[in-house]
């Protein structure tokens, strides 16, 4: 069953490494379904950080394989698994990044683009927390623009 998967992908177009990613995806809990493979190949080779509409617009590039809201559902599941995170920019901009480690991000507003940042380049101070909570993460987006 498997092997007719990455042999219709490998007929369906250049991609070297279905069964890497077949594998990345099994290895977080998810079943590697024929578009699955497909956007979870377009993520890997795609930038690190990554909106939906660029999957689709890259996923599609040559005939419509995948509707948009699979992938909207296929990245969601991904994040929800830990292989991506999702860095929301503002309540229209939510960005997939294949870095799943924890990282900070400076914000290119002016060409709409995230750079990592190393976690000890920023200095977070935690406010004191009730004693029934616990730290799960901190992401600081630093939002930059070019001086005019
Ligand atoms: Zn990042």
Known sequence: MLYNQFLTIRLAGPMDTSSDIAQKL???GIKPTRQRLLIGACLFDCDQHVTADEVMLRVNQSKKLVSKATVYNTLGLFASHGLLKEVVIDTSKLVYDTNVSAHHHLYHIDRGELEDINL???VTQIPDLQSD???DG???IIRVRQKS
Do not use: C
């Open 26 to 28: 099994e290895q977080h």
């Open 120 to 122: 000890d380049q920023v």
């Open 133 to 135: 909570l616990e730290v």
């Open 138 to 140: 901190v992401d600081v």
